[in-house]
């Protein structure tokens, strides 16, 4: 009789171990690697923090850029405004001058004539003796001058707004004084800065023109602070017709006394035109005044006067060529008339203007240069660089001692305005007729007499029919 196997008799050790090897071995793997899945998805989300946050970072710090871009420019906008609003009153001052009236009350007559009781806001300044016209307290004198070993400016251009004073940024410390003011300078933190001594005191000043030295007094922004700053305003106003206009001026007539076979003038005695105003005296060299005026004139004026339709006019000649320049260029800088009927004549232009005017005596560091600074390097001068605040006795010599800057003397503009107030006109007695004509702007050579006439006595008139004759 068989009897039952044993478990020790069953050769089961394989199975056995293939069963231990199944039943112990597949948990334990699934368990690692469980383990090694939640390890990775932690590394996933800390990795996404971290790149979270990066853009966070980026995010507030480009707002924060652009916030601080915006508030920059929102002060930069202001600061414009300040400036063009500076702009607008100095036009301000300048335009008002053009009017008089007896008493203040009295609407103001354009342009009075000169013996009128409406006398003008305007005077031309006289610096002799030091003294300053206190009629124009927004003109500056144009030349410094010496007075015993300091330099001064006999006037300097007052604040803008009524009734504002001068203040240094120094210690808040204002002053009215504009005449006679001492030019220096004074060093803060290290630095030196332009400065008036004024009453014994150094108040800091401005540089207008950008040349180094003091020439404006400062005086605060009437609306505030902007952005937690005081700004400054800085004014220096000039009349352009206290220079020479190289655009207009030639030189005195040194043809007059040229006669004809019959004994006589052949051109017009006598200086009777801006452009009769001495330009060639202040040149430098022969040779930049040829290149000058043969730039200018396109060769040589004619004595023929020509048409802007490019006809030429038969019935008269200009005396000189003074009288063909005035003519036909220089009373109409911004639309020269013709030489020839092939080409008008020239004139400076806006560049030049700004290439002149905006240092000073330094020359000009635009590019292109005008075309006078770029023809007559000898005559406006080579220094492009400033002068240091505390150089006034160099900046004297060098510009108004025995060299006496030829640049600081001239303008390319000095625009006059020739409108004429609109009066009723009166009807004259036959044969003259009445004044029927246009307030129009007449010409001496071609109008005829009616026209004539008619504009000698908008002229002269301030109220309708009354002249001083």
């Known amino acids: 009789m068989q009897h039952a196997p044993q478990p020790a008799d069953i050769p089961a050790v394989s199975l056995q171990t293939n069963s231990i090897g199944l039943t112990a071995s597949r948990p334990r793997s699934r368990r690692r690697n469980f383990v090694r899945r939640r390890g990775s998805v932690l590394i996933i989300v800390v990795s996404l923090l971290v790149l979270l946050a990066l853009l966070g970072t980026a995010w507030i710090a480009t707002t924060h850029a652009a916030r601080q871009s915006t508030e920059q420019n929102s002060v ?19 335009t008002t001058g053009l009017s008089g009236r007896s008493t203040p009350a009295e609407a103001p007559t354009y342009r009075p004539r000169s013996d009128s009781s409406k006398q003008y806001d305007y005077h ?7 003294g300053a016209n206190t009629t124009n307290p927004e003109l500056a004198s144009r030349f410094p001058e010496q007075s015993g070993a300091s330099y001064i400016w006999p006037a300097v251009s007052a604040p803008l707004a009524r009734g504002a004073t001068f203040e240094s940024p ?24 332009p400065a008036f001594d004024v009453g014994g005191q150094l108040m800091l000043a401005a540089d207008a023109d950008g040349d180094g030295i003091a020439d404006s007094g400062l005086w605060p922004v009437p609306m505030g602070q902007v952005n937690g700053v005081t700004y400054y305003y800085a004014v220096r106003l000039i009349d352009n017709n206290s220079a020479i206009n190289a655009t207009c001026a030639i030189e005195p007539n040194i043809a007059s006394t040229v006669l004809d076979a019959n004994g006589k003038a052949t051109q017009l005695a006598g200086n009777y035109f801006p452009s009769n105003i001495d330009l060639h005296s202040l040149v430098m060299s022969n040779a930049e005044w040829n290149a000058y005026n043969a730039w200018r004139f396109v060769g040589s004026p004619n004595m023929t006067p020509v048409m802007d339709n490019s006809a030429a006019r038969t019935d008269f000649l200009f005396g000189s060529i003074y009288e063909a320049w005035q003519y036909q260029a220089a009373r109409r800088p911004g639309s020269p008339g013709k030489n020839t009927a092939a080409q008008a004549y020239r ?7 700004a290439s002149l005017a905006a240092r000073f005596t330094l020359r000009s560091t635009a590019s292109p240069l005008g075309v006078f600074d770029a023809m007559m390097p000898l005559t406006t001068g080579d220094r492009t660089d400033p002068y240091r605040a505390d150089q006034a006795a160099q900046w004297f010599a060098d510009n108004f001692g025995t060299n006496f800057s030829r640049r600081a003397m001239m303008v390319a503009s000095s625009s006059v305005s020739n409108t004429i107030p609109v009066m009723p006109l009166p009807v004259l007695p036959s044969p003259l007729g009445g004044l029927t004509e246009p307030n129009l702007k007449v010409s001496v050579n071609a109008a005829g007499f009616s026209e004539l ?17």
């Open 170 to 193: 120094l210690g808040g410390r204002s002053y009215t004084a504009r005449t006679d003011l001492k030019i220096t300078s004074i060093i803060i933190d290290g630095q030196l800065y």
């Open 76 to 94: 930069n906008t202001q600061v414009v405004l300040l400036v063009e609003g500076a702009v607008e009153m100095s036009k301000t001052w300048l």
């Open 453 to 469: 006439r008619t504009g000698a006595y908008l002229a002269m008139c301030d109220t309708p029919y009354t002249t001083p004759f």
């Open 124 to 130: 031309h300044v006289t610096w002799a003796g030091g």
């Open 347 to 353: 004139t400076l232009t806006s560049a030049d203007v």
